[in-house]
């Protein structure tokens, strides 16, 4: 059986080249950086290339760039520097943010921070709408640029000139996991003071990221140790993770317009299929979302029985983010004001330019008549 894999916002396969790039760090060049050895300065010469390249795909220096464990990590650390360097006792987020910024947030709301949640209204967020929330107060705006279960995207070059003209103190922290590769992302437009980014979600391999820091000086390093990272993040660099990072980073800025291009239009031949083809469903991503994410209420088919229906078959798809599908229904689809029974079908379907059409067309043959028997067993079950 083919394996049709529709699950990328959760996790990426990694590339070859990526796998090849892990196979040098692990056999060929796995001395610790930090020796001095011409061996060992050779693997950390590399990763200082690797960190410029990085670090040109945002528009800053290689000195801003600290490598991290992924997303989760460089999110941490961003927050609490932000929180630790500001004497205001407000934050703005919105609603549908990942659990990596929320659970993080409720601590500092539970230590006495005013927290302004912003709800998304139609399943977007207005720009202005996160501007009005900045006070004298602000200490910390973090806004995801693309939600990671419908896609929306946030216009982050218009906000951050924004937020920084109401309140230059605000520090803001912008959570880049679901866009870094699939969006242009520049932190000098955004005026970004914190960026995060995981390797992961890009084709590379998990337990490996990157925090964007404007002012390194002001983070707040959540593991002391031996210097590493100039103290920033201490700790023996995970060097097959950052190979693997700088390799999936050089493919995909390479072959950006061409695959985001392609996703795109996967993205939308799949829409067009399943509206074609299965009757009584709800697209909940917006129209102009971003390339890789597609989010659709089959009304009557309970997501998690369409969703292993369909692993039966070899397709696999998610029910929410890979974090909260343990959990019961997603904050994400309650806050964009889906009904229950619209929260209860709801599958993502998540691209990349790995996937073809023929994969969709097969797709589209199992999900019609998945959809058709859950929705039949369910009306016979009620009877
Ligand atoms: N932020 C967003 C938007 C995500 O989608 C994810 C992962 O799903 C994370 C943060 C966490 O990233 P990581 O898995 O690298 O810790």
Same mark, same amino acid.
């Not at 599908?325 to 229904?329: I, N």
């Given at each position: 059986m083919k394996e049709i894999y529709f699950d990328n916002s959760a996790t990426t396969k990694p590339y070859t080249e990526v796998a090849e790039a892990v196979n040098s760090a692990i056999n060929n060049m796995f001395y610790n950086p930090s020796s001095i050895y011409d061996k060992a300065i050779a693997v950390s010469k590399k990763m200082e290339d690797i960190r410029e390249n990085i670090a040109g795909t945002i528009n800053t220096k290689s000195k801003n760039i600290i490598f991290t464990s992924g997303g989760t990590e460089s999110i941490n650390t961003a927050i609490n520097s932000s929180i630790r360097n500001s004497r205001g006792k407000h934050i703005v987020t919105t609603e549908y943010e990942h659990d990596a910024t929320l659970n993080l947030i409720k601590k500092y709301e539970r230590e006495g921070y005013t927290v302004t949640y912003i709800k998304p209204e139609n399943g977007i967020i207005e720009v202005d709408r996160i501007v009005e929330a900045i006070t004298p107060q602000t200490a910390l705006l973090s806004v995801m640029h693309v939600n990671n279960e419908t896609g929306n995207i946030i216009d982050i070059n218009k906000l951050g000139n924004e937020v920084k003209k109401k309140n230059p103190a605000t520090a803001i922290h912008i959570d880049a996991v679901q866009s870094y590769m699939k969006l242009k992302v520049d932190v000098d437009k955004s005026r970004a003071d914190y960026l995060s980014v995981s390797g992961h979600k890009i084709h590379g391999i998990k337990g490996s990221g990157v925090l964007y820091a404007r002012d390194t000086s002001r983070l707040n390093p959540m593991f002391l140790g031996g210097g590493q990272e100039k103290g920033y993040r201490c700790g023996t660099e995970n060097t097959p993770g950052i190979f693997a990072l700088g390799k999936a980073v050089e493919i995909n800025d390479r072959d950006f317009t061409k695959n985001t291009q392609y996703i795109n239009e996967l993205k939308n031949y799949l829409k067009k299929s399943i509206t074609d083809n299965i009757e009584n469903i709800k697209i909940n991503s917006p129209e102009n979302g971003v390339c890789h994410i597609l989010n659709v209420s089959f009304i009557g088919a309970k997501a998690e029985i369409l969703l292993h229906t369909l692993e039966s078959k070899g397709i696999y798809v998610s029910t929410g983010s890979a974090c909260s599908? $343990? $959990?019961?229904?997603s904050h994400v689809l309650r806050s964009i004001g889906l009904k229950e029974n619209e929260i209860e079908g709801a599958i993502r379907f998540s691209l990349s330019s790995l996937n073809t059409k023929e994969e969709i067309d097969l797709c589209i043959q199992e999900l019609r008549a998945a959809v058709e028997d859950i929705r039949m067993i369910t009306k016979f079950g009620r009877r």
């Open positions: 599908s $343990k $959990k019961k229904g």
